[in-house]
């Protein structure tokens, strides 16, 4: 069976810090994977996914994955991060059923200090 | 407009009533799907319709009911609440019922049962 992981359950950061949240998955192809966003009284929003191809994709508002298939990883980076960045991010699994299932990892609430 | 609304935003319900959540997209999107998110947790797939066609998870089969009775509308039914239902429930939207579709969600609406 699929999972995700996200191992850290809360980040804090400075505003203008670099910044990564991991995500763990595990399955026997190679998934499709996002990273969704919640902002504080908003739906989740698509930040960026990845299903083939150049294994660093780009997201919006600057965030960039990195998928690494022997380490079963899509980790989340930006380079510098502005307050309006916390949130609860989540990273999610999808695979070739033909459906848009997807299983997410509990997330990781992001608290940017100002 | 690419929103996915639920209603109400709250909802409180007592043990062994019934409880009706209303979900509505305007993106003609084919596929709705319901979450079921608890604190500290994944969002956690209920079921879905792909066009007029219901797919339940095993795990929450008799549990959930839903209805579509066209393509913008979509409710997700509990027959007789329980403590256990107290959660956010999410209503999301897909343009195709493909793997790698970008996934439109609601704000939610929690549930709250007494």
């Known amino acids: 069976a699929q999972s995700v992981t996200q191992p850290d359950a809360r980040v804090t950061v400075s505003e203008g810090a670099s910044l990564q949240l991991r995500c763990k998955y595990s399955?026997?192809?190679?998934?499709?994977l996002f990273w969704y966003v919640q902002y504080p009284r908003q739906g989740l929003q698509l930040l960026l996914k990845y299903y083939s191809g150049d294994p660093v994709v780009q997201g919006v508002n600057s965030f960039e994955a990195e998928f690494s298939k022997s380490n079963s990883s899509f980790h989340l980076q930006k380079a510098s991060v502005h307050w309006s960045d916390s949130a609860v991010y989540f990273c999610?699994?999808?695979?070739?059923?033909?459906?848009?299932?997807?299983?997410f990892g509990d997330g990781t609430v992001l608290t940017v200090k100002p | 407009d690419t929103t996915v609304k639920q209603n109400p935003r709250y909802k409180l319900a007592r043990v062994g009533k019934p409880v009706n959540l209303i979900c509505s997209q305007t993106?003609?999107?084919?596929?709705m799907y319901w979450y079921q998110k608890k604190p500290n947790q994944a969002p956690k797939l209920l079921l879905f319709?792909?066009?007029?066609?219901?797919?339940r998870e095993a795990d929450t089969f008799e549990k959930f009911q839903s209805s579509r009775p066209n393509n913008s509308f979509c409710s997700l039914y509990i027959g007789s609440a329980g403590l256990e239902y107290s959660a956010m429930y999410l209503c999301a939207s897909s343009r195709a019922q493909v793997s790698n579709e970008r996934l439109f969600f609601g704000h939610g609406t929690k549930l709250s049962v007494l």
């Open positions: 999610a699994l999808s695979y070739n059923t033909n459906t848009g299932k997807l299983t």
């Open positions: 399955y026997s192809a190679t998934p499709y």
């Open positions: 993106m003609n999107h084919d596929t």
């Open positions: 319709y792909y066009d007029k066609i219901l797919n």
